[in-house]
């Protein structure tokens, strides 16, 4: 009876004090302070009972261990939750946050890609993203909203990665920097083997050929792309290279090999450079890629070699053995550097020309001659600006001719562009000149001459417009100038100068002046870039 009349006082006592209790005494205690602190500050209305104010329920709830206050407390109970979830975050955003990371690590990698899908490294980045999606596929959301977010979010982007791997490597103008490539390669079988056996010709026809597959790739349009711009880069730097070997061998006179008679040393020397011929054409065929049988590594140590046996050589003070010796160790240490071409080609940003300080300086000139151009055709007198400008143009010229090529084909276009940019300005000025001058009167002329300066001054006009033309070959403006530029060449085509000399000479200067307009807008319209 006893222990029954104590089960419903200790009921009672709970019930007085609110909220289910765990019986530690930890919580007994923790209670009991409580009951004496001051932030027990009002009586519930039906039961007596102290309630907890606002300002400590959530301490209350964490120390004592209880499930809740009361329907009223329900705010403070989630505010408790979600500053614990902050502290804690759940594994699967943290797994998709270490995946994220892993990809963000390969991006540089993919953006500047410039291969072909079957290279290597293409296979070893399209593996890796196929890796992080399965890996973001296989983390479990439990259902909630913002983990299936995040998962979301972690397979657009590889996604997106991968797509853009894709692209760069089936770019249409990807495409068309290795279809030149493959018949670079196809000139160089047909050539160099000879070389590679020891034969010393080479063409001329295979030399013009090689500057044609520059001038090719340098018109290849990269759009600004990190990938394309990389491809066309290394493509050229190869090319180039070749070019280079064969021009230093053609100008080379044939002033040696010496006579045997001249001295020992002279016979080992002659087969050094028979050597050096032999892996001249070699190392062409590798930097084209249709030598298989070599590597780059073995042909660096079979130079090095030669170099060796060379220094090992006792020319006894005879002075022009020991130059004969140094013209062959030149030329050794010539090929040797094409090796590193590779390498250097992936560990430098060679190909981002819009940081060349020749390009930059390209860039500063145009900008004068763009500022002298806007004056010169929105003066309201510019026959005022005629000689001041025209010197200034020529300073010009003078400057660009100063760039430093570095041997890049694409600075050298840059460059050749400008300078037709500068002198297209000073051919306007000339012909405005002229023109104004023959307002001025003129004597009886030949008719044929007065029709060839009808046309001269209809070009002057075109010419003006053609200047300030900013658009491509689509824009109906650049049709209707191309049109223009046409008519006045087939108005030029029925002129009779009937034998007339000055005529003649006019006709001819006439149209080759409406030529060089149309070459000029086309340059303005093909859209090229560095």
Request: hydrophobic share 30%.
């Amino acid at each position: 009876m006893a222990a029954a009349e104590e089960e419903p006082e200790k009921e009672q006592e709970q019930g007085s004090r609110g909220p289910t209790m765990s019986a530690s005494r930890g919580n007994q205690r923790a209670i009991e302070a409580s009951r004496h602190c001051p932030i027990w500050t009002s009586e519930s209305p039906s039961t007596g009972a102290l309630v907890p104010s606002k300002r400590t329920s959530t301490r209350l709830h964490e120390d004592s261990g209880w499930s809740d206050f009361s329907p009223g407390q329900s705010s403070c109970k989630s505010e408790s939750n979600k500053s614990m979830d902050m502290g804690n975050q759940h594994p699967s955003i943290t797994r998709l946050q270490e995946i994220q990371k892993e990809v963000k690590s390969i991006e540089q990698q993919v953006v500047g890609f410039s291969g072909l899908s079957d290279d290597k490294n293409y296979k070893k980045l399209e593996r890796i993203l196929t890796k992080q999606l399965f890996e973001i596929d296989s983390v479990d959301t439990e259902g909630k909203g913002d983990i299936q977010q995040a998962r979301k979010r972690a397979a657009q982007e590889t996604e997106r990665l991968l797509k853009e791997l894709e692209q760069n490597a089936n770019h249409p103008h990807r495409i068309e920097i290795d279809n030149i490539f493959k018949e670079a390669q196809a000139l160089v079988k047909e050539e160099i083997a000879p070389l590679c056996s020891g034969d010393n010709r080479l063409t001329d026809e295979f030399e013009e050929a090689i500057q044609d597959v520059i001038l090719r790739l340098t018109h290849v349009k990269t759009g600004g792309k990190i990938s394309l711009r990389k491809a066309r880069y290394h493509t050229l730097t190869k090319i180039c290279a070749v070019q280079e070997i064969i021009e230093d061998f053609m100008k080379k006179q044939p002033s040696l090999p010496l006579s045997e008679d001249t001295h020992p040393s002279v016979s080992k020397i002659n087969s050094v450079m028979c050597e050096v011929n032999k892996a001249r054409g070699t190392l062409i065929a590798l930097l084209m890629g249709v030598n298989n049988s070599e590597t780059c590594k073995h042909l660096s140590c079979v130079l090095s070699g030669l170099i060796a046996d060379l220094d090992a050589l006792d020319v006894c003070g005879r002075t022009e053995v020991r130059n004969y010796r140094k013209e062959v160790v030149e030329d050794i240490n010539k090929l040797l550097k094409y090796l590193d071409l590779e390498e250097e080609a992936d560990s430098t940003y060679a190909f981002d020309l819009g940081q060349n300080q020749s390009i930059l300086k390209i860039e500063e000139i145009l900008k004068k001659m763009r500022d002298v151009k806007k004056e010169l055709l929105q003066a309201q007198n510019p026959s005022d600006l005629y000689l001041g400008s025209k010197t200034e143009l020529q300073g010009l010229i003078g400057q660009l001719d100063e760039v430093d090529l570095g041997k890049n084909p694409c600075i050298r276009e840059a460059r050749r562009r400008a300078v037709i940019e500068v002198q297209t300005l000073i051919t306007y000025i000339d012909l405005k000149e002229a023109l104004e001058k023959r307002k001025q009167g003129v004597a009886e002329e030949h008719p044929s001459h007065k029709a060839v300066w009808n046309v001269l001054g209809s070009l002057s006009d075109i010419q003006r417009e053609v200047l300030s033309f900013d658009g491509n070959r689509t824009d109906k403006n650049y049709i209707r100038l191309e049109e223009l530029l046409t008519k006045q060449l087939l108005t030029l085509d029925a002129v009779d100068p009937q034998g007339e000399e000055k005529s003649k000479t006019a006709r001819k200067q006439a149209v080759k002046l409406a030529q060089n307009i149309l070459s000029y807008l086309d340059l303005k319209s093909d859209e090229w870039e560095y």
